[in-house]
Structures are given as structure tokens and as C-alpha cells.
T-cell receptor, first 110, second 113 residues
């Protein structure tokens, strides 16, 4: 039973354009929603989070949107840079544990 | 800035052997988490410790045990290793009151042959 789903295994965008990564979840009781970035041979790196009581959180080039009625989470990266190329995981938390989606491989082409 | 330290980075063991993975959290972080990531999978929560007490338990096999010590470092002990235990094992830590923001170490790649 996958509680968090990232339906796009990969996404390719041009440098300078917007990258939009999507995530759907099933349980409306989750407290926080997060995005992590992962490079090969490294651990996941925390990017940005949003509380369940908010619908938007912005940090520099990264903005996370939460649509609770649709149980949908998205991450916008503007402008995209080649260094953003990595696997992006959305994650949810209820209590202290994180539950991750399957990940989306983002490739930003110069 | 200091990060989560994990050792060893790579470990090769044979079936039925034991393994011990170590994790040193970021200074002043009080909670440690262990995750397992199999090939092509997302990280799966195993267990967590808050102030040296087990705080949550996920899909951790009975063959595995873990603890957090007085200096907040944690060890994951794995016995009777099976081929299916081959995976990346991540440790993460979080600050007091911010359990949802977890900072991950580089992981230990365990290969069971």
C-alpha cells in the first residue's frame, strides 16, 4: 500500500526553465510534507518542507505547494540549473517517521 | 557545517554473519533514525531513538537491533545476515522540536554474499 506516489519516474527540462515535480498522497492525517534531493552515493538532502496547515512555502528558487483537497504536493524549481539534476523524493511525516515516494529523476539540460 | 557521519561507508559480509553500522548525529540533534533503501526503491523507515530511548519502530526484522548511546551516537546491529539485507542503510538526525526535518548521512552500503 503505497501512501505516497510520484507518478513520473523522470523529468527533463532546459536550464533556466521551470521544473515541476509532483506527488500524491493518500492519508489526510499527515502533519508535514517534505522534498528531498538525492545524488548518487549520497544520502537524501533536505530541501523544503510545508506544514499541513499551509498551502505554499517558498525558499529561494524552491517553492512547495500543497493542495489538501486533492491530496497533492508539488515542488517548483525556478530557474532550473544543471546542478539541480538529481533524484527528488517527496516525503510525508506522521509522528517522527518519514514515508517516501518512489522518486523522480530530474535532468536539467544546459 | 557538521553533517551526520556514518561508518563504515561500505561493508561486505557473508550470509549468516553479523554486521554493526554506526551513526554519529549532527551536534545538538537529539533524535536518530535508521532507514533502509533497497536497489531501485525508496528509503524505508526502520527505527528511531529520542534521548536514548526507542521512539518508533518500523519494518525492522527481529534479527536487527539498535540503540542510542549517551553521546547520542547510534548503532544498528544486524545478525544472521541474508542476501536480501543487501541495501543502503541511512542514518538521519533531527533537532529538538523539529522531528520532521531530518538530515541524512551518506549511508552505509551493505553487500551480503
Amino acid at each position: 500500500d503505497q501512501q505516497v506516489k510520484q507518478n513520473s519516474p523522470s523529468l527533463s527540462v532546459q536550464e533556466g526553465r521551470i521544473s515541476i515535480l509532483n506527488c500524491d498522497y493518500t492519508n489526510s492525517m499527515f502533519d508535514y510534507f517534505l522534498w528531498y534531493k538525492k545524488y548518487p552515493a549520497e544520502g537524501p538532502t533536505f530541501l523544503i518542507s510545508i506544514s499541513s496547515i499551509k498551502d505554499k512555502n517558498e525558499d529561494g528558487r524552491f517553492t512547495v505547494f500543497l493542495n489538501k483537497s486533492a491530496k497533492h504536493l508539488s515542488l517548483h524549481i525556478v530557474p532550473s540549473q544543471p546542478g539541480d539534476s538529481a533524484v527528488y523524493f517527496c516525503a510525508v511525516t506522521s509522528g517522527s517517521r518519514l514515508t517516501f515516494g518512489e522518486g523522480t529523476q530530474l535532468t536539467v539540460n544546459p | 557545517a557538521a553533517g551526520v557521519i556514518q561508518s563504515p561507508r561500505h561493508l561486505i559480509k557473508e550470509k549468516r554473519e553479523t554486521a554493526t553500522l554506526k551513526c554519529y548525529p549532527i551536534p545538538r540533534h537529539d533524535t536518530v533514525y535508521w532507514y533502509q533503501q533497497g536497489p531501485g526503491q525508496d528509503p524505508q523507515f526502520l527505527i528511531s531513538f529520542y534521548e536514548k530511548m526507542q521512539s518508533d519502530k518500523g519494518s525492522i526484522p527481529d534479527r536487527f537491533s539498535a540503540q542510542q548511546f549517551s553521546d547520542y551516537h547510534s548503532e544498528l546491529n544486524m545478525s544472521s545476515l541474508e542476501l536480501g539485507d543487501s541495501a543502503l542503510y541511512f542514518c538521519a538526525s533531527s533537532r529538538p522540536g523539529l522531528a520532521y526535518e531530518q538530515y541524512f548521512g551518506p549511508g552505509t552500503r551493505l553487500t551480503v554474499t
